[in-house]
């Protein structure tokens, strides 16, 4: 079992090491956490990045197709690259 807290860190410590200028997705940090049985961790992993969405500690942009979100460290990474839109967080609660 993965608890939010770990995830979380993962989260923040992949924002970290990629710093401004550079944008993550989701999945990323699902193959961090469990490469086998990542599918099943993303529903965790994305409550989780909305929760730190909402405390401010990172940002989310959907892709210009939409089809994905990328998150980053702060709004002047992720806008950095004009293929993404800032986008407000959901209104999913845990």
Same mark, same amino acid.
């Given at each position: %079992?993965?608890? /939010? ?7 923040? =410590?992949? $924002? ?6 550079? /944008? ?14 990542? =599918? ?8 989780? $990045?909305?929760?730190?969405?909402? =405390?401010?500690?990172?940002?989310? $942009? ?8 990328? @998150? ?6 992720? %806008?950095?690259?004009?293929? @993404? ?5 959901? =209104?999913?609660?845990?």
């Amino acid at each position: %079992m993965v608890f /939010a807290s770990d995830i979380g860190n993962v989260i923040l =410590e992949l $924002a970290e090491q990629r710093g401004s200028g550079k /944008a993550f997705f989701l999945a990323e940090v699902a193959q961090l956490i469990d490469r086998g049985n990542r =599918e099943a961790q993303m529903e965790q992993i994305q409550l989780v $990045a909305e929760s730190l969405i909402r =405390e401010g500690q990172i940002i989310s $942009a959907k892709t210009e197709l939409g089809t994905e979100t990328a @998150y980053a460290k702060s709004l002047p990474s992720i %806008m950095s690259n004009s293929s @993404y839109m800032t986008t407000p967080p959901s =209104e999913n609660h845990f």
